[in-house]
T-cell receptor, first 117, second 115 residues
Framework: DAEITQSPRHKITETGRQVTLACHQT?????MFWYRQDLGHGLRLIHY???????NKGEVSDGYSVSRSNTEDLPLTLESAASSQTSVYFC????????????????FGQGTRLTVV | GENVEQHPSTLSVQEGDSAVIKCTYS??????FPWYKQELGKRPQLIID?????GEKKDQRIAVTLNKTAKHFSLHITETQPEDSAVYFC??????????????FGKGTMLLVSP
Protein backbone atom coordinates (compact mmCIF):
# COMPACT_ATOMS: atom_id res chain seq x y z
CA ASP A 1 0.00 0.00 0.00
CA ALA A 2 1.13 3.53 -0.73
CA GLU A 3 2.12 5.54 2.30
CA ILE A 4 3.95 8.58 3.60
CA THR A 5 6.56 8.10 6.32
CA GLN A 6 8.57 10.47 8.46
CA SER A 7 11.79 9.92 10.34
CA PRO A 8 12.80 10.19 13.04
CA ARG A 9 9.59 10.03 15.09
CA HIS A 10 11.26 11.80 18.00
CA LYS A 11 14.32 14.01 18.08
CA ILE A 12 16.06 16.01 20.77
CA THR A 13 18.69 18.47 19.63
CA GLU A 14 20.66 21.36 21.01
CA THR A 15 20.22 25.02 20.15
CA GLY A 16 22.29 26.01 17.14
CA ARG A 17 22.59 22.57 15.60
CA GLN A 18 21.45 21.76 12.08
CA VAL A 19 18.68 19.19 11.97
CA THR A 20 17.07 17.41 9.02
CA LEU A 21 13.69 15.70 9.18
CA ALA A 22 12.95 13.16 6.48
CA CYS A 23 9.71 12.65 4.59
CA HIS A 24 9.18 9.88 2.03
CA GLN A 25 5.98 9.12 0.12
CA THR A 26 5.13 6.28 -2.24
CA UNK A 27 1.86 7.79 -3.52
CA UNK A 28 3.72 9.30 -6.49
CA UNK A 29 2.17 12.65 -5.56
CA UNK A 30 3.64 15.79 -7.05
CA UNK A 31 2.54 17.97 -4.12
CA MET A 32 4.34 17.77 -0.79
CA PHE A 33 4.02 19.99 2.28
CA TRP A 34 5.57 20.54 5.68
CA TYR A 35 3.44 21.79 8.58
CA ARG A 36 4.21 22.44 12.21
CA GLN A 37 1.61 21.88 14.89
CA ASP A 38 1.59 23.90 18.10
CA LEU A 39 -1.07 24.21 20.77
CA GLY A 40 -3.34 27.14 20.00
CA HIS A 41 -2.05 27.53 16.45
CA GLY A 42 -3.28 24.44 14.65
CA LEU A 43 -1.34 23.41 11.57
CA ARG A 44 0.83 26.06 9.98
CA LEU A 45 2.48 25.70 6.60
CA ILE A 46 6.29 25.89 6.56
CA HIS A 47 7.26 24.98 2.97
CA TYR A 48 5.70 23.24 0.03
CA UNK A 49 6.65 21.78 -3.32
CA UNK A 50 4.65 21.08 -6.46
CA UNK A 51 7.24 18.93 -8.17
CA UNK A 52 10.91 18.11 -8.56
CA UNK A 53 13.13 21.18 -8.16
CA UNK A 54 10.15 23.29 -7.06
CA UNK A 55 10.09 24.69 -3.51
CA ASN A 56 8.06 27.53 -1.99
CA LYS A 57 7.84 29.31 1.35
CA GLY A 58 4.79 29.00 3.54
CA GLU A 59 3.59 31.26 6.33
CA VAL A 60 6.25 30.27 8.89
CA SER A 61 9.32 29.53 6.77
CA ASP A 62 11.99 31.53 8.63
CA GLY A 63 14.78 29.24 9.84
CA TYR A 64 13.70 26.31 7.65
CA SER A 65 14.63 25.08 4.18
CA VAL A 66 13.58 22.22 1.91
CA SER A 67 14.87 20.60 -1.26
CA ARG A 68 13.10 18.39 -3.81
CA SER A 69 15.48 16.29 -5.87
CA ASN A 70 12.97 13.52 -6.62
CA THR A 71 9.21 12.91 -6.42
CA GLU A 72 9.31 10.77 -3.27
CA ASP A 73 11.26 12.91 -0.78
CA LEU A 74 10.99 16.36 0.77
CA PRO A 75 13.50 16.72 3.63
CA LEU A 76 13.05 19.66 6.00
CA THR A 77 16.22 21.29 7.38
CA LEU A 78 16.44 23.54 10.40
CA GLU A 79 19.56 25.55 9.68
CA SER A 80 20.31 26.50 13.29
CA ALA A 81 17.78 25.03 15.69
CA ALA A 82 16.10 27.39 18.14
CA SER A 83 13.88 26.66 21.15
CA SER A 84 10.97 28.29 19.30
CA GLN A 85 11.19 25.45 16.79
CA THR A 86 10.23 22.86 19.39
CA SER A 87 7.08 21.44 17.84
CA VAL A 88 5.44 18.49 16.15
CA TYR A 89 6.19 18.46 12.43
CA PHE A 90 3.92 16.86 9.85
CA CYS A 91 4.72 16.12 6.26
CA UNK A 92 1.83 15.72 3.81
CA UNK A 93 1.31 14.97 0.14
CA UNK A 94 -1.55 15.30 -2.32
CA UNK A 95 -2.32 14.86 -5.98
CA UNK A 96 -1.56 17.82 -8.19
CA UNK A 97 -4.25 20.48 -7.94
CA UNK A 98 -4.46 21.11 -11.65
CA UNK A 99 -6.35 22.79 -13.19
CA UNK A 100 -6.62 25.84 -11.02
CA UNK A 101 -8.70 25.55 -7.86
CA UNK A 102 -9.00 21.78 -7.84
CA UNK A 103 -7.38 20.82 -4.54
CA UNK A 104 -7.57 17.30 -3.22
CA UNK A 105 -7.14 15.30 -0.03
CA UNK A 106 -3.85 15.73 1.82
CA UNK A 107 -2.30 12.55 3.28
CA PHE A 108 -0.22 13.11 6.40
CA GLY A 109 2.80 11.32 7.78
CA GLN A 110 2.88 10.14 11.40
CA GLY A 111 4.65 13.28 12.60
CA THR A 112 8.04 14.05 14.15
CA ARG A 113 8.23 15.47 17.65
CA LEU A 114 11.25 17.77 17.80
CA THR A 115 12.58 19.20 21.05
CA VAL A 116 15.27 21.87 20.97
CA VAL A 117 17.09 22.27 24.29
CA GLY B 1 -4.40 35.53 2.25
CA GLU B 2 -7.12 33.15 3.29
CA ASN B 3 -8.37 33.62 6.84
CA VAL B 4 -10.03 30.66 8.59
CA GLU B 5 -11.79 30.99 11.95
CA GLN B 6 -12.88 27.83 13.73
CA HIS B 7 -15.21 27.65 16.75
CA PRO B 8 -15.44 26.46 19.42
CA SER B 9 -11.88 25.63 20.48
CA THR B 10 -13.14 22.96 22.89
CA LEU B 11 -16.46 21.13 23.01
CA SER B 12 -17.62 18.69 25.67
CA VAL B 13 -20.71 16.56 25.09
CA GLN B 14 -22.35 13.52 26.60
CA GLU B 15 -22.37 10.30 24.62
CA GLY B 16 -25.36 10.28 22.28
CA ASP B 17 -25.55 14.06 21.98
CA SER B 18 -24.85 15.95 18.77
CA ALA B 19 -21.79 18.14 18.19
CA VAL B 20 -21.42 21.03 15.77
CA ILE B 21 -18.19 22.78 14.81
CA LYS B 22 -18.19 25.84 12.59
CA CYS B 23 -15.62 27.48 10.34
CA THR B 24 -15.75 30.81 8.58
CA TYR B 25 -13.49 31.85 5.73
CA SER B 26 -12.70 35.01 3.82
CA UNK B 27 -12.07 34.07 0.17
CA UNK B 28 -15.41 33.90 -1.60
CA UNK B 29 -13.78 31.97 -4.47
CA UNK B 30 -12.95 28.99 -2.23
CA UNK B 31 -14.55 25.83 -3.58
CA UNK B 32 -13.34 22.92 -1.43
CA PHE B 33 -14.01 22.44 2.28
CA PRO B 34 -12.50 19.42 4.04
CA TRP B 35 -12.62 18.32 7.67
CA TYR B 36 -9.78 16.40 9.29
CA LYS B 37 -9.83 14.36 12.50
CA GLN B 38 -6.73 13.93 14.63
CA GLU B 39 -6.80 11.42 17.45
CA LEU B 40 -4.35 11.85 20.29
CA GLY B 41 -0.81 11.16 19.13
CA LYS B 42 -1.92 10.33 15.60
CA ARG B 43 -1.82 12.04 12.22
CA PRO B 44 -4.68 14.18 10.85
CA GLN B 45 -6.95 12.22 8.51
CA LEU B 46 -9.68 13.40 6.18
CA ILE B 47 -13.15 12.41 7.37
CA ILE B 48 -15.40 14.32 5.02
CA ASP B 49 -15.22 17.08 2.43
CA UNK B 50 -17.60 19.13 0.35
CA UNK B 51 -17.24 21.06 -2.87
CA UNK B 52 -19.05 24.29 -3.54
CA UNK B 53 -21.60 22.86 -5.95
CA UNK B 54 -23.49 21.17 -3.09
CA GLY B 55 -24.86 22.53 0.19
CA GLU B 56 -24.70 19.40 2.32
CA LYS B 57 -22.97 16.06 2.36
CA LYS B 58 -23.57 13.20 4.76
CA ASP B 59 -21.65 10.07 5.64
CA GLN B 60 -23.31 7.96 8.33
CA ARG B 61 -23.13 10.00 11.57
CA ILE B 62 -21.15 12.90 10.17
CA ALA B 63 -22.30 15.64 7.83
CA VAL B 64 -20.93 18.89 6.49
CA THR B 65 -23.10 21.86 5.54
CA LEU B 66 -21.96 24.81 3.47
CA ASN B 67 -23.33 28.34 3.29
CA LYS B 68 -21.39 30.10 0.53
CA THR B 69 -23.28 33.37 0.91
CA ALA B 70 -22.30 33.67 4.56
CA LYS B 71 -18.90 32.03 3.91
CA HIS B 72 -19.12 29.39 6.57
CA PHE B 73 -19.30 25.61 6.76
CA SER B 74 -19.99 23.29 9.64
CA LEU B 75 -19.26 19.75 10.76
CA HIS B 76 -22.15 17.90 12.41
CA ILE B 77 -21.66 14.70 14.38
CA THR B 78 -24.80 12.93 15.58
CA GLU B 79 -25.11 10.22 18.24
CA THR B 80 -21.59 10.94 19.46
CA GLN B 81 -19.49 8.10 20.83
CA PRO B 82 -16.35 8.16 23.01
CA GLU B 83 -14.25 7.24 19.97
CA ASP B 84 -15.30 10.53 18.38
CA SER B 85 -13.11 12.28 20.96
CA ALA B 86 -10.34 13.97 18.96
CA VAL B 87 -9.21 17.29 17.56
CA TYR B 88 -11.09 18.33 14.42
CA PHE B 89 -9.66 20.74 11.85
CA CYS B 90 -11.40 22.51 9.03
CA UNK B 91 -9.39 23.67 6.02
CA UNK B 92 -9.83 25.99 3.08
CA UNK B 93 -7.72 26.13 -0.09
CA UNK B 94 -5.57 29.15 -0.72
CA UNK B 95 -4.91 29.56 -4.43
CA UNK B 96 -1.51 30.84 -5.42
CA UNK B 97 -0.39 32.88 -8.40
CA UNK B 98 0.98 29.66 -9.90
CA UNK B 99 -2.55 28.26 -10.09
CA UNK B 100 -1.86 25.57 -7.51
CA UNK B 101 -3.31 25.71 -4.03
CA UNK B 102 -2.36 24.98 -0.45
CA UNK B 103 -4.65 24.23 2.47
CA UNK B 104 -5.07 26.75 5.28
CA PHE B 105 -6.22 25.04 8.46
CA GLY B 106 -8.35 26.33 11.29
CA LYS B 107 -6.85 26.17 14.78
CA GLY B 108 -8.77 23.05 15.68
CA THR B 109 -11.58 22.00 18.01
CA MET B 110 -10.96 19.50 20.78
CA LEU B 111 -14.09 17.36 21.10
CA LEU B 112 -14.51 15.38 24.31
CA VAL B 113 -17.32 12.81 24.45
CA SER B 114 -18.09 11.56 27.94
CA PRO B 115 -19.65 8.11 28.43
Amino acid sequence: DAEITQSPRHKITETGRQVTLACHQTWNHNNMFWYRQDLGHGLRLIHYSYGVQDTNKGEVSDGYSVSRSNTEDLPLTLESAASSQTSVYFCASSEAGVPTRNPSEAFFGQGTRLTVV
Amino acid sequence: GENVEQHPSTLSVQEGDSAVIKCTYSDSASNYFPWYKQELGKRPQLIIDIRSNVGEKKDQRIAVTLNKTAKHFSLHITETQPEDSAVYFCAVPKTLNSGYSTLTFGKGTMLLVSP
